[in-house]
């Protein structure tokens, strides 16, 4: 359900991410605005970067995986997603994270993903995720479907 796949220098992207954070559009969900945040990275078509993004690491990371409907995901403190299913795996890079948060897919498997990786979650399954702390958690996050 979670594999872990490479080896991440999440601080160069978090540096980008920094200098750039001000200049994206949010779309914010849950009634107090502290539930999630999203930034699409991607235009409608699913594919080509926003101009922001281009030429910085998060574009780099974009392409090694080639991610479609790539986003910067942010989890609000004590904050659950929905149970879902998406139609894609997803590549998930943990950008801000602490002990609290987790992958929790309904057949029984609860997962902390730590920063300095990447990780393939087969999301088609039924899952959640959840942030039991204070604090914000930040992923990038893009469909896989090749």
């Known amino acids: 359900m979670i594999e872990q796949l490479d080896k991440i ?3 160069e992207i978090l540096n980008d991410f920094y200098k750039l954070e001000k200049s994206l559009n949010w779309d914010i969900y849950g009634l107090d ?3 999630s945040k999203q930034c699409d990275l991607q235009h409608k078509d699913e594919r080509s970067i926003i101009e922001q993004i281009s030429e910085t690491s998060i574009e780099k990371y974009i392409k090694y995986y080639t991610l479609y ?3 910067l995901m942010w989890l609000g403190p004590k904050a659950c997603y929905s149970l879902h ?3 894609y ?4 890079i943990p950008l801000i994270t602490n002990d609290q948060c987790f992958f929790i ?3 029984g498997l609860v997962q902390h993903v730590p920063v300095g990786y990447s990780y393939l979650i087969d999301s088609t399954l039924e899952h959640t995720a959840m942030n039991g702390a204070n604090s914000w958690r930040l992923h990038l996050v893009g469909d896989k479907r090749s």
């Open 89 to 92: 795996k997803r590549i998930h």
């Open 9 to 11: 220098d999440h601080l």
């Open 85 to 87: 299913k998406d139609l």
């Open 33 to 35: 605005g502290n539930q």
């Open 69 to 71: 409907r790539t986003r």
């Open 105 to 107: 897919f309904k057949k």
